[in-house]
């Protein structure tokens, strides 16, 4: 999971409170945390690279020079040192928004997420989904894309764009460019393994994900 390529740079500017700008120069300039690209030319960075970007931009944000934190997280890949980041802050009783088309699915997942902490409302259609964030809005949701006949990249583009919801977007196809092109955060392939879907959710849960919402 830690070198699955996961997250779109959206997602990645607002889990670390780096504007998007920002993150494509020092990706130029320096060289070193460097994200793969989807068949569209999506940037999809890993946990890992989430994790050396934290490293980077938490040095930044203490005076530190970008070309100095650099020079510092080369040091620790090159001598594996543990990178020592700010922790991510705890989001468990979260709420989450579980769009899935499957019982059975939903049921194992929403099984994992409240062993996380998390609080979950389940939504087997578009519909049920949509009355679901007008009743309590969530703070991210988990979609399948083929809900309601292949409806979730819809709903994927109404949640972020008139919500500001994030979404991890969910399918047995490979179709996340298409995921990140309605505005989805991340891209998982299912079957879903339990400890990604808990990793990947307690990521957009990021602190940069909190203020980039409550600033818009």
Same mark, same amino acid.
């Given at each position: 999971?830690?070198?699955?390529?996961?997250?779109?740079?959206?997602?990645?500017?607002?889990?670390?409170?780096?504007? *998007?700008? @920002?993150?494509?120069?020092?990706?130029?300039?320096?060289?070193?945390?460097?994200?793969?690209?989807?068949?569209?030319?999506?940037?999809?960075?890993?946990?890992?690279?989430?994790?050396?970007?934290?490293?980077?931009?938490?040095?930044?944000? @203490?005076?530190?020079?970008?070309?100095?934190?650099?020079?510092?997280?080369?040091?620790?890949?090159?001598?594996?040192?543990?990178?020592?980041?700010?922790?991510?802050?705890?989001?468990?009783?979260?709420?989450?928004?579980?769009?899935?088309?499957?019982?059975?699915? *939903?049921?194992?997942?929403?099984?994992?997420?409240?062993?996380?902490?998390?609080?979950?409302?389940?939504? @087997?259609?578009?519909?049920?989904?949509?009355?679901?964030?007008?009743?309590?809005?969530?703070?991210?949701?988990?979609?399948?894309?083929?809900?309601?006949?292949?409806?979730?990249?819809?709903?994927? *583009?109404?949640?972020?764009?008139?919500?500001?919801?994030?979404?991890?977007?969910?399918? @047995?196809?490979?179709?996340?460019?298409? *995921?990140?092109?309605?505005?989805?955060?991340?891209?998982?392939?299912?079957?879903?393994?339990?400890?990604?879907?808990?990793?990947?959710?307690?990521?957009?849960?990021?602190?940069?994900?909190?203020?980039?919402?409550?600033?818009?």
């Amino acid at each position: 999971m830690e070198n699955q390529p996961v997250y779109s740079i959206g997602a990645l500017a607002r889990m670390l409170d780096i504007p *998007a700008a @920002t993150l494509r120069t020092w990706e130029d300039r320096y060289a070193i945390v460097v994200p793969e690209r989807s068949p569209a030319g999506h940037r999809l960075y890993s946990r890992l690279q989430v994790e050396q970007l934290r490293f980077v931009g938490d040095r930044v944000s @203490t005076g530190l020079s970008p070309s100095d934190a650099y020079r510092l997280l080369q040091l620790r890949l090159v001598s594996g040192v543990p990178l020592d980041g700010a922790q991510v802050p705890d989001r468990s009783g979260s709420l989450i928004l579980l769009v899935e088309r499957d019982p059975y699915a *939903a049921d194992f997942s929403e099984y994992f997420l409240r062993q996380a902490g998390y609080d979950v409302a389940v939504a @087997t259609t578009v519909e049920q989904a949509i009355a679901e964030t007008m009743r309590n809005t969530p703070d991210l949701a988990v979609v399948d894309l083929l809900i309601s006949g292949g409806r979730g990249l819809r709903l994927c *583009a109404r949640l972020r764009e008139q919500l500001d919801i994030a979404v991890l977007a969910i399918s @047995t196809f490979a179709i996340g460019d298409d *995921a990140l092109a309605a505005g989805a955060a991340a891209f998982l392939l299912k079957p879903l393994k339990p400890p990604a879907l808990i990793s990947v959710v307690q990521d957009l849960l990021g602190r940069g994900a909190l203020l980039a919402k409550s600033d818009q």
